[in-house]
């Protein structure tokens, strides 16, 4: 069918134009309304023609108003392809998809844009339910490719693209996908970069909620990611999944403020293995709670995890060992300033996989660890060279800190209502200095066998430790080989015999200046 003509603009757009171009010149934009192209937006009738129309007209820089909370029906993708400066205005009204094999909105080569209180709703239990063999309906709801500043026409340099208080829900794949348009796909840029989304939500979606891919400079503020994916079969299913193909790059991104929560996968995943690099990522200020395969995922480079709230886990991860899970493909990774609390999951809250370098876990605040589930950890560091510094921990149930690596570094950490071992170093040349550990949660929690610090290697050091036992039976610093020394531990309460234990002899080990002193110990109140 052909498209009719709804050039037409309304005397007040009319208005509108004539006073901006006296007042600014030609760059005054128009503004047009849906419902003059023919749009019922009625819930019922089928208006993908003239929406496609209207995108179409404007799409040169003018704004598109659609009308105020109402639902316009679509079956086939709607496209804006070599856009820049339009302004897509969506007043709260919701694009319905009503068939499958089809995209939702496609933007591809466009500048300088905005889209403003707009939902795509993909309708994945109609158009593509669960129970569907068909993969061809599996399409994103928002696609974008190849969004710049850089105006290809002319080479001028235009403002950043916007997606403001947009909502993707119930995609068959993917909420809102961004990614390069390589040469592959047609086109020249290689990716997509200087996007915001302010405000923006992706819920109820089946693969993902949001991908970021073959992009630069992209910011999340703020929004709402949740309940995404369902089953083993759609996996990622993560909230927001940063990742790549072979041959492309990632970087640059900020997640900031956002929520996400009850997502089948982790709440971010940043990297995929074996593909192309995720490089230079920040996810700060926001809240995870209830994502079944833990909060975030890392496989990439120069990740910051700062000021974010970690809290009611308690479902255990069916594939993975931790809540932040720190993989051996990542490089320079901080986990700073957070909170974690209210987990019962039986895994640790963040592990660190063996590979894994330079990453430092600091000044984060750990409370109700796995305190029923007898099991996991605070921190797992199977990597060598880890710093563990800084960090609150209370009412633990099975360890704080515990590396398996070698050469790692737990100092300044404080640990209180713990019930079972609180430093546990497994391999050579760990350095636990200056922590501050006890009293135990209650009398009988913490079993006579397991010891405050624990560690297992030759060399490094055990100094400057406060450590507090609530039973003389229980063990202090239980040494299985040689440290290079033991110095200035102050020891309270601890077994007479074994609040300093050489399990193979003192060998080489220097020992000096440690205090050990019997007071009445009150259990810690979680």
């Not at 997606?163 to 020249?188: D, K, P, Q, Y």
């Not at 302010?198 to 073959?214: D, H, R």
């Not at 060992?321 to 963040?350: K, L, W, Y």
């Not at 020891?491 to 074994?498: A, G, K, L, Q």
């Amino acid at each position: 069918m052909a498209r009719r003509d709804h050039g037409r603009r309304t005397i007040g757009a009319i208005c509108v134009a004539m006073w901006l171009l006296a007042a600014g010149g030609a760059s005054a934009q128009t503004t047009y309304y849906l419902t003059d192209f023919g749009a019922q937006c009625d819930g019922t009738t089928n208006d993908w023609e003239d929406i496609q129309d209207a995108l179409d007209t404007v799409k040169g820089g003018d704004i598109l108003e659609f009308p105020a909370g109402q639902t316009c029906l679509f079956d086939q993708t709607l496209s804006i392809d070599d856009g820049i400066g339009f302004v897509l205005e969506g007043n709260g009204a919701t694009l319905l998809l009503t068939a499958g094999s089809t995209q939702g909105l496609t933007i591809f080569r466009s500048h300088g844009y905005t889209i403003r209180n707009l939902t795509l709703d993909g309708n994945r239990e109609v158009v593509c339910p669960p129970s569907s063999t068909d993969d061809t309906c599996w399409k994103d709801l928002l696609l974008i490719r190849g969004s710049t500043r850089q105006n290809p026409a002319n080479d001028e340099v235009v403002e950043a693209s916007v997606l403001s208080n947009v909502t993707a829900l119930r995609s068959a794949r993917a909420g809102i996908r961004i990614r390069g348009f390589t040469m592959a796909h047609g086109g020249e840029n290689n990716s997509t970069t200087d996007l915001t989304l302010t405000a923006c939500s992706a819920l109820e979606n089946q693969i993902n909620g949001v991908v970021i891919g073959a992009a630069e400079r992209i910011d999340v503020l703020g929004g709402t990611f949740a309940e995404t994916g369902s089953s083993l079969e759609l996996l990622p299913g993560a909230g927001i999944d940063v990742e790549n193909e072979s041959g492309e790059s990632v970087g640059e991104i900020l997640i900031s403020g956002a929520t996400l929560r009850d997502n089948y996968g982790n709440g971010v995943q940043l990297g995929q293995s074996g593909t192309g690099e995720t490089d230079d990522v920040t996810v700060t200020g926001s809240t995870f709670s209830g994502n079944l395969r833990g909060a975030v995922r890392v496989r990439a480079t120069n990740i910051t995890i700062e000021d974010n709230t970690f809290e009611d886990f308690d479902e255990a991860s069916f594939d993975q060992e931790g809540s932040i899970n720190v993989f051996p493909e990542a490089d320079t990774v901080t986990i700073d300033d957070n909170v974690f609390r209210r987990f019962s999951t039986g895994q640790p809250v963040i592990h660190v996989d063996s590979g894994a370098e330079d990453v430092v876990i600091s000044n984060n605040s750990f409370d109700d660890i796995n305190v029923t589930a007898g099991t996991g950890a605070a921190i797992y560091d199977e990597s060598d060279g880890g710093t563990i510094t800084g960090n609150d921990f209370h009412d633990l149930g099975y360890r704080g800190a515990w590396s398996a690596g070698a050469a790692t570094t737990i100092t300044g950490n404080t640990f209180s209502c713990m019930r079972g071992n609180a430093i546990w170093a497994g391999d050579d040349d760990a350095v636990i200095d200056d922590n501050v550990l006890g009293p135990p949660a209650a009398a009988g929690t913490m079993a006579a066998a397991d010891a405050v610090i624990r560690a297992r290697g030759d060399g490094g050091s055990v100094n400057g430790n406060t450590l507090v036992c609530l039973g003389t039976t229980q063990r202090g610093i239980v040494l299985d080989e040689n440290p290079d020394e033991v110095k200035d531990n102050d020891v309270t309460n601890c077994d007479p015999s074994r609040w300093l234990q050489f399990l193979s002899g003192q060998g080489s080990t220097v020992v000096s200046g440690n205090v050990r002193t019997t007071a009445t110990v009150t259990a810690c109140t979680p």
